[in-house]
């Protein structure tokens, strides 16, 4: 079993519609939970991170996290065009400095 | 600029052959990464350095070799490059090094191809 795992996709939705992308982890001792961007040809950049059980909202995103199911996700809303990217799901572990990636999910959202 | 830097963008090289790939950042940040990313696994950590002198292992450090003498570089060198090397190398950097909250900045990227 992979320490992070998210579908790889690619998961198409209409321009405006709500996006949903999900990540489970299997370390139960998980400290935090980071979403990263990543557009084809570039690298990663962050777009939010959490760590307490709930809702974390970001303007458009929101991040939601579930430590008992070992659960992350995260919600775009008013998806747009420019939102086609790959989504990598990132954990850092409780004894751990290092982070740990998922495999990411492609995500198109077409006009 | 400042930034994050990596060199070279793209190299080719042959089995066998040593491969040095660096990255520069500009930031002082204490904590710096090197990974690869290849399709279906995802970016996978090779190796992390939290300040000059001291790094540590991660995920997939076999065939690699790490260093870092100043705080603004951290090289990455394959001592006898092999195909199943061939990847995408990312490194990156960030303050807290595994903190709650940690932000970690990546570089562009250097395409290696081992033929």
């Known amino acids: 079993q992979k320490e992070v795992e998210q579908n790889s996709g690619p998961l198409s939705v209409p321009e405006g519609a709500i996006a949903s992308l999900n990540c489970t982890y299997s370390d139960r001792g998980s400290q935090s939970f980071f979403w990263y961007r990543q557009y084809s040809g570039k690298s990663p950049e962050l777009i939010m991170f959490i760590y307490s059980n709930g809702d974390k909202e970001d303007g458009r995103f929101t991040a939601q996290l579930n430590k008992a199911s070992q659960y992350v996700s995260l919600l775009i809303r008013d998806s747009q065009p420019s939102d086609s990217a790959t989504y990598l799901c990132a954990v850092i572990g409780k004894n751990n400095n290092d982070m740990r990636f998922g495999a990411g999910t492609r995500l198109t959202v077409k006009p | 600029d400042a930034g994050i830097t990596q060199s070279p963008r793209y190299k080719i090289t042959e089995t066998g052959r040593q491969v040095t790939l660096m990255c520069h950042q500009t930031?002082?940040?204490?904590?710096m990464f090197w990974y690869r990313q290849d399709l279906g696994h995802g970016l996978r950590l090779i190796y992390y350095s939290a300040a000059a002198d001291i790094t540590d292992k991660g995920e997939v450090p076999d065939g690699y070799v790490v260093s870092r003498s100043k705080t603004e570089n951290f090289p990455l060198t394959l001592e006898s490059a092999t195909r199943s090397q061939t990847s995408v190398y990312f490194c990156?950097?960030?303050?807290?090094?595994?903190?709650?909250?940690?932000?970690?900045?990546f570089g562009p990227g250097t395409r290696l191809t081992v033929l």
């Open positions: 930031w002082s940040h204490s904590y």
């Open positions: 990156a950097s960030s303050d807290e090094g595994g903190g709650h909250t940690d932000t970690q900045y």
